[in-house]
């Protein structure tokens, strides 16, 4: 099983970066599980725009990346609250895809992430307004990484035993939904009732 992990901060260097590698280790200790990260601080996508569908320039990485999700069962998307909201970055990110073998019908677990006590309107908004074309699962359970300085450290004495311990527990619970998600949802992909021809775009 492979499972991407997305993430949505700008910043080069982030915090959500270090979440997602958290999880990623965390997936990858599980066995029979291969993980991929896209940083979007790290490695930019351009500004969605036309020349998308004539293969534009800007876009020539575009099939390398898509190659990535289609072969993926499953995302984790982490984004950063940044005034109440999901990074741009990441928005334009779920704009790109539409009804195609990238995202659609493939569950994702969605992680906040906050310097404070913070998270919860990103979830919201990921789980309001970033589904419709492209069909992506979102899971019923989310992670909110708060106080995200104090946990998931490398370094382990730069962590709060407790607020880690919770974050850790509530992680190891999420992704054992999420992978049980990816198989079930394979099953539902496989059954040929997907009609993306007809209904190209939700409603
Ligand atoms: C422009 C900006 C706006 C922010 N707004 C919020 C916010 O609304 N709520 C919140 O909990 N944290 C907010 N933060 C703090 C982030 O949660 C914090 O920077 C955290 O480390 C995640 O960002 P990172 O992944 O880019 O490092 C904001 C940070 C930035 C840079």
Not at 60 to 80: G, H, N, R, T, Y
Not at 114 to 136: C, F, H, P, Q, W
Request: glycine content about 6%; overall charge negative.
């Amino acid at each position: 099983m492979r499972i991407g992990i997305i993430t949505g901060s700008h910043r080069k260097d982030s915090q959500s970066a270090k979440v997602g590698h958290f999880i990623a280790a965390a997936l990858e200790r599980r066995g029979g599980i291969g993980t991929w990260t896209l940083d979007l601080g790290k490695t930019p996508l351009p500004l969605w725009d036309e020349m998308l569908w004539s293969q534009g320039e800007q876009w020539s990485e575009l099939p390398a990346l898509k190659a990535q999700l289609d072969s993926s069962d499953a995302f984790v998307m982490i984004a950063p609250e940044w005034h109440g909201m999901v990074p741009a970055a990441l928005k334009n990110f779920l704009l790109l895809w539409a009804a195609g073998s990238e995202l659609s019908h493939k569950p994702a677990l969605p992680c906040a992430v906050s310097a404070t006590d913070g998270g919860a309107y990103v979830i919201a908004e990921l789980r309001m307004s970033s589904y419709k074309n492209n069909r992506l699962c979102w899971l019923p359970e989310n992670l909110i990484a708060r106080q995200v300085k104090a946990i998931c450290n490398e370094n382990e004495t730069l962590n709060d035993e407790a607020l880690q311990a919770r974050f850790a527990a509530r992680s190891e619970y999420a992704l054992d939904l999420l992978v049980a998600y990816a198989n079930a949802l394979r099953d539902v992909r496989a059954l040929g009732i997907i009609d993306h021809e007809t209904f190209m775009n939700g409603v």
